[in-house]
């Protein structure tokens, strides 16, 4: 399961990013591009069940999803699409270039006080 990996991922970024003296984690936050190919739910699902009875019970994956942008070299305008043809919507060029929505990272790790 590809979600599985990826949860196992971060959690082994976290744990490595963590200041010595066990500090409890409270949020991680991550970004998510509709294109990346990750289920937010699937990989929610999996970072807490892997978390569970260990130092990072408790924690919460926050995931913020990016959605899928192009900008369109003809006419430069952006567009944000839900399919996956790679159109501008202003001049319906296919010249265009992928902007966002293959993102996959981690943008923050919030402790617990
Ligand atoms: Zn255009």
């Known amino acids: 399961m590809h979600e599985l990996s990826i949860a196992q ?3 082994n970024i976290v744990k490595t990013s963590l200041p010595d003296g ?3 984690v409270k949020n991680v ?3 998510v591009g509709k294109l990346s ?7 929610k699902f ?4 892997i978390i569970y009875q260990t130092e990072l019970e408790g ?22 699409i839900d399919n996956p043809f790679f159109q501008c919507k202003n001049c319906q060029s ?3 270039q992928l902007i966002s929505g293959k993102e996959l ?9």
Request: charged letters at 30%; aromatic letters at 4%; a negative charge.
């Open 94 to 96: 296919f010249d265009v």
């Open 37 to 43: 190919g990750v289920l937010s739910d699937s990989l």
């Open 59 to 80: 924690a919460l994956l926050v995931i913020e999803e990016i959605p899928v942008q192009i900008k369109c070299n003809e006419c430069n305008s952006i567009s944000i």
């Open 29 to 31: 936050k991550i970004r």
């Open 22 to 24: 066990h500090q409890k």
């Open 46 to 49: 999996c970072f807490e069940s």
């Open 105 to 113: 990272e981690i943008t923050e790790i919030e402790l617990e006080d």
């Open 9 to 11: 991922e971060i959690i």
